[in-house]
Every structure is written in C-alpha cells, then in structure tokens.
C-alpha cells in the first residue's frame, strides 16, 4: 500500500508542476511530445527534428498522424515554435536576434 502512496504523491506533484507551466489542459500526447523536445534540447542545441522526435522513447509508440497533430496543437498554444520545415523548438530556447 505505501508504494501506491508514493505513486500518489508523484502524481499530485506532476499535475502541480503542469498547472505552474500551464499545462494542464494538453493532451497526455502532446505532454509526451513536449517532454521529448525538451529532453532532445537538453542545451545541446535549440531546435528538434521531426524525425528525432519520433525515434524518442516517450514519442515511438505514438502514430505517427497523432505527433503531427500535436506539434500542430502545441505550435498554435505557443508551448512549441515551428522554426523551419520540420524543426521545433521551445519558444523561449531561441537565441536573441
């Protein structure tokens, strides 16, 4: 029982966390893809390929019409940015101009 308390607890501090980054209201494919940009970025460089992205562990599994779909979705709440045919990234990881 107390390793389901644990769960719990992760899991109330997940859902906190979403509600801070604003979130919560995206869908579980849409967070999976925005983790695995922003795990891909991981200061190594400030955008990511589509193709990248699909070979990601939390993203393989979803079809492939759903990630399109989703990074369309997070483009147009402004969570992702389009930088060039088939390279996103984090708004706020783009360098200044």
């Not at 940009?37 to 993203?59: M, P």
């Amino acid at each position: 029982m107390e390793k389901f308390s644990y769960l719990a607890q992760l899991n109330l501090l997940v859902r906190s966390v979403e509600v801070d980054l604003g979130i919560s209201e995206v869908t579980p494919n849409e967070k999976a893809i925005l983790s695995a940009v922003s795990l891909l970025l991981n200061g190594k460089s400030t955008e990511v390929s589509v193709q990248q992205l699909l070979e990601h562990e939390l993203v393989k599994g979803i079809p492939k019409p759903t990630v399109y779909r989703g990074l369309r979705s997070l483009v147009n709440t402004g969570l992702l940015e389009k930088v060039r045919f088939g390279r996103y990234s984090i708004p706020d990881l783009q360098p200044s101009s």
